[in-house]
């Protein structure tokens, strides 16, 4: 099993609504037009996940994103693909779409943004609030 751990806050402006993508970014604001954004200040960009699980992602491998807000988990399949670029200095969106540029972190992904638990993206539209995001490909 390979793992990343990503941590980030909410921001009054979290709405996640979007249909087909959910992101989350190292920005440290966010406008109401970010409506696939979950959450703000993450600690690391797609250009810092190591680069064995670059390849991992590049195989094509499942990978399982679990959010974890206090009590609350969630969790997003989605598929790496070799066409990953995986360089964005501040963003990782997962995709529900095969759309592929340098923000993509994963595709084909089961849930968007409007599909995660409304009980977690409430807590996120608080700038207190923090959430942990694991990044984990199955072996």
């Not at 793992?3 to 009054?12: F, W, Y």
Request: hydrophobic share 40%; charged share 35%.
């Amino acid at each position: 099993m390979l793992r990343e751990v990503i941590h980030c806050r909410g921001h009054e402006n979290v709405r996640a609504t979007h249909r087909s993508t959910l992101e989350f970014t190292k920005e440290d604001y966010l406008t109401s037009r970010g409506d696939c954004i979950l959450c703000i200040e993450a600690d690391r960009g797609l250009n810092e996940l190591s680069e064995e699980f670059k390849r991992a992602l590049r195989e094509g491998r499942k990978l399982i994103v679990r959010i974890k807000v206090n009590n609350f988990v969630d969790e997003v399949v989605a598929y790496g693909d070799p066409n990953l670029i995986l360089d964005h200095e501040y963003s990782m969106v997962i995709r529900k779409s095969t759309h592929i540029d340098a923000r993509t972190l994963a595709v084909r992904a089961n849930k968007a943004a409007r599909d995660i638990d409304r009980r977690i993206v409430e807590l996120l539209k608080n700038p207190e609030v923090t959430a942990e995001i694991g990044l984990i490909i199955l072996d």
